[in-house]
């Protein structure tokens, strides 16, 4: 939970609701301990670790994206595991990969 | 718990139910397979392949057969791919198919009856497996374990799986997540009704991370739903979360009045409109002029605006004639896929034995009705008669419609050949080309039933003795490719069947040689041609010079025409050497009531199936003496016509009245007369097996109990017919025991 280097961010192995808090709390540590990042740079999550995934973790995961985009700094999932990818594909949050997380919705 | 228990006696009762019809699945995905390899870019049938097997496997999944739907979904991904046009079919993909249905044929079949599988079976399930996923090109970071199966938008190919394609609005409630409810698995659920071609997250619904309640659910989701399934089925995968979610449902064909009513229903969703976009349920046309008007009334009027939907509605250019006709076919649409749920045909499942019962009153009420009418004309009250007439005709309706409830074609049975005769030919190597007539000729169920085995040992013997290798028949001018073909018709009440080849035909000169070896026939003793043929049929015959796993599996043909005779119907082989063989099963069409011509010798009633008579004439002098078993001949419009005296044939010793009638006989291809004392018409007659001690003989082929009580046996036209050409001795036997039974039936 706590980043290896400044600027990856990894996934817990249990992305779900029973660590939706602490997850929400490790993240926000890391958004606050990492320098700002230049406007526009990608922002890695590694998703390799993650065999525990539900609605409510990848809600989390909108929730970050959502306020790194804020930053105008795209999330992009990288190395996600077979779980998280079947979540992303089920709950239509493939843009996630793409590094261009609010595509769906964004001219609204 | 009392849920799980009511959960246990809901899958213990339904499971069989289950079991039947994805064995029906498991039968079409095999049909439908078959035929493909002949049409491979047929659409169609790739959707209607992909829908029987996603079928199956969601229908195990409600049951837990977690073996099944693992299988099943990798079957699934396949098709998929060759439905999205990025694989096509090969025969060594075809093969591959077909040998994964014959999987989930057996785990289907496991179902029932739960056993340990030996490592082979495991081995041999996860070799398969592993061929699909090379096959569909799956690569090692895919999703080892089936993954809810939706689709992202953005492998979203366009909607064409022929199924109603749905539009699903679904908002889910904050508590979900506390409840323990996860939206995840419930679009994994209602995957599985269908497919989900296209779906889109609201993402600008979830909060930013440090405002986010992440206990409370923001998620609200908007997708196509491609399902045979009603709206009560999608809904109830919502079941759990019914009561705190928002969920829209728009039925296939709604038009843009049902997005425009969704539009209304949800004033608080801004981004519906884009995300309507993003699933392709409007194009951004139609929403960025809805936006403008939008825009353009609320600084006109100053007022309210006037809801998004109406104004898509209105600049859609739907004519109120096009919804109307539109919601109309939804209707029909609904009706028609309500009751069955997949099935395109409405289907009731009876159980046969409650059909059996029905029947055998029904021959009750055939031969009480019969008793009636016969004590009404005795009364000569007209009105009493006319009464009973009418009731006699419904009854007749009545059979003729219960009969028909029985009736299934034969083609089902045909099809089922398909495969054998595409496998069978491949492991021997020959090329085959199979054809079907008639396959919707129909029969009595029980009759196609039993008729199966003897027609696939008849089908596997042409493949295997009759049709020859591509080389070989090419050597012998024939064209390369073998033809097999099976058909069905109805011929003056019965039914026809006949398999032809166009192979090597029966070598006689072999057959003979077998026969005598075997000693079925006195060494040096030739019979005539078609007697050689006969000889087939006898016990322990087999021409195969090396006994093939194919058809010599011990089953000889003698077992064929026994099971044959079992059914009332006979066998017959005729053959040209060298350009092919044909096999001839006539069979009755019911085994339980026919139409009946009745007649009396002497004291003695006897009935010919209706079908088979063909005219009454006069009696006329015989212009040749009969012989000891009553044989003789007569003249008819200048032709002999072989006929037979019932009363020599069987000995009933009684006077021979002044005038005799011949009632001339149609049996197959030939015509013969048997001479009778009284015709006393048409009758409705309920067929009841002969005792066990009149069962071998020969001519009759059951027993009826007439209105009065009495007696009557019923004819057997086709071994008559036979006896009559000479072909058959009528044994001593049978002839007393004919005699015999006669009259003790009567007597009891």
């Known amino acids: 939970m706590t980043p290896t280097t400044p600027s990856a961010l990894h996934l817990p192995a249990e992305l779900t609701i029973y660590t939706a808090t602490e997850t929400r709390q490790a993240w926000l540590a890391w958004l606050a301990a990492e320098p700002e990042a230049q406007e526009g740079s990608v922002c890695r999550v590694d998703g390799a670790a993650v065999d525990q995934v539900d609605a409510s973790g990848m809600q989390l995961l909108a929730a ?45 | 718990m ?17 079991i039947s019809e994805a064995q029906e699945q498991v039968e079409a995905i095999e049909q439908l397979m078959l035929q493909l390899e002949d049409a491979p870019a047929d659409r169609e049938l790739l959707d209607a392949l992909f829908r029987c097997a996603h079928t199956v496997k969601g229908s195990a999944g409600i049951f837990g057969l977690d073996a099944v739907v693992a299988f099943t979904h990798h079957v699934e991904t396949l098709l998929d791919r060759l439905r999205d046009g990025k694989l096509s079919l090969t025969p060594a993909l075809s093969t591959l198919l077909l040998q994964c249905n014959d999987q989930i044929r057996i785990l289907v079949g496991n179902a029932l009856a739960p056993q340990d599988e030996d490592a082979d079976a495991l081995s041999a399930r996860a ?23 939706a689709h992202a938008a953005a492998s979203a190919g366009p909607a064409g799986s022929g199924m109603p394609s749905w539009h699903v609005s679904v908002q889910f409630g904050t508590e979900t997540f506390r409840n323990g409810m996860d939206p995840l698995a419930i679009l994994g659920y209602v995957a599985r009704l269908g497919s989900i071609p296209r779906l889109a997250c609201d993402l600008e619904a979830i909060p930013a991370l440090q405002d986010i309640d992440p206990e409370s659910c923001h998620l609200a989701f908007q997708f196509g739903l491609d399902t045979p399934a009603s709206r009560d089925e999608i809904e109830a995968a919502f079941s759990f979360v019914r009561d705190d979610c928002v969920l829209h449902l728009i039925p ?115 031969i009480a009705g019969a008793g009636a009418a016969l004590l009404a004309r005795q009364t000569r009250q007209s009105s009493l008669i006319e009464a009973n007439e009418q009731i006699g005709s419904l009854i007749e309706e009545i059979r003729n419609g219960t009969l028909q409830l029985r009736m299934v074609s034969i083609g089902e049975t045909f ?67 073998g033809k097999l073909t099976l058909s069905a018709c109805h011929e003056s009440g019965s039914i026809l069947i006949r398999i032809i080849d166009d192979g090597r035909g029966i070598n006689r000169e072999r057959v003979l040689a077998r026969a005598w070896e075997r000693g079925l026939v006195e060494e040096g003793v030739t019979p005539p041609d078609e007697d050689i043929l006969k000889l087939i049929f006898e016990a322990g015959f087999s021409t195969a010079e090396k006994v093939t796993n194919l058809s010599g599996r011990g089953v000889g043909m003698d077992v064929v025409r026994r099971n044959i005779e079992a059914l009332r119907g006979t066998v017959t082989v005729y053959s040209d050497p060298g350009a092919g063989s044909r096999i001839e099963i006539r069979l009755p069409l019911t085994l339980a009531i ?56 069987y000995g009933l010793e009684t006077d021979e009245p002044e005038r005799i009638s011949v009632v001339v006989i149609k049996s197959g291809s030939h015509s013969y007369g048997v001479m009778v004392d009284v015709l006393l018409g048409q009758h409705q007659t309920v067929i009841k097996p002969l005792g066990r001690m009149f069962r071998s003989l020969r001519g009759m082929s059951g027993s009826s109990i007439l209105g009065s009580g009495e007696v009557a046996l019923i004819l057997d036209v086709n071994s008559l017919g036979e006896f009559v050409a000479g072909k058959q001795s009528a044994p001593a036997k049978s002839r007393d025991a004919a005699n015999g039974g006669h009259k003790t039936l009567v007597r009891s």
Do not use: W
Not at chain 2, 5 to 17: G, K, V, Y
């Open chain 2, 415 to 481: 099809s089922r050949f398909r495969r054998v005769v595409r496998d069978t030919a491949a492991e021997l190597g020959k090329d085959v080309q199979f054809e079907v007539v008639g396959g919707e000729t129909e029969l009595d169920k029980s009759v196609v039933e039993r008729i199966a085995d003897p027609l696939m040992h008849l089908v596997r013997n042409a493949l295997d003795h009759g049709l020859e290798t591509a080389t070989e028949r090419l050597a012998s001018g024939k064209p390369g490719q």
């Open chain 2, 2 to 18: 009392n849920n799980a228990e009511m959960d246990t006696s809901f899958i213990r009762e339904a499971l069989p139910a289950f």
């Open chain 2, 594 to 649: 026919i139409d009946g011509f009745l007649v009396g010798v002497g004291n003695s009633k006897f009935i010919f199936p209706l079908e088979s008579v063909v005219e009454v004439i006069e009696s006329r002098s015989a212009i040749s003496t009969p012989d000891a078993q009553g044989r003789s001949v007569v003249e008819l419009r200048g032709r002999v016509l072989p006929v037979l005296s019932m009363r020599t044939l």
């Open chain 2, 252 to 366: 296939p064909d709604a038009g843009h009045t049902g997005y425009a009513a969704l539009i209304d229903a949800l004033p608080d969703q801004p981004r519906l409109g884009d995300l309507l976009v993003a699933v392709g349920a409007v194009t951004p046309e139609q929403l960025s002029k809805a936006l403008a008007r939008q825009d353009a009334d609320k600084a006109r009027n100053d007022g309210p605006a006037r809801p998004l939907g109406e104004i898509l509605q209105a600049d859609s250019g739907v004519s109120s004639q096009v919804v109307e006709a539109a919601l109309n076919k939804q209707t029909r649409q609904r009706s028609a896929a309500a009751p069955a749920g997949s099935d395109d045909n409405r289907f009731i499942r009876v159980q046969a034995d409650r059909l059996d019962l029905v029947i055998n009153l029904l021959g009750e009420l055939v």
């Open chain 2, 127 to 149: 070799a398969l497996v592993d061929r699909l996923r090379l096959a569909s090109g799956e690569t090692a970071t895919a999703a080892p374990t089936p993954a809810p199966d």
């Open chain 1, 64 to 108: 970050l994206s959502r306020t790194l985009h804020e930053q105008q700094r795209p999330l992009q999932l990288v190395h996600a595991s077979a779980p998280l990818l079947g979540a992303c594909r089920a709950l239509g949050m493939t843009a996630l990969l793409q590094g261009d997380s609010l595509a769906t919705g964004d001219t609204a």
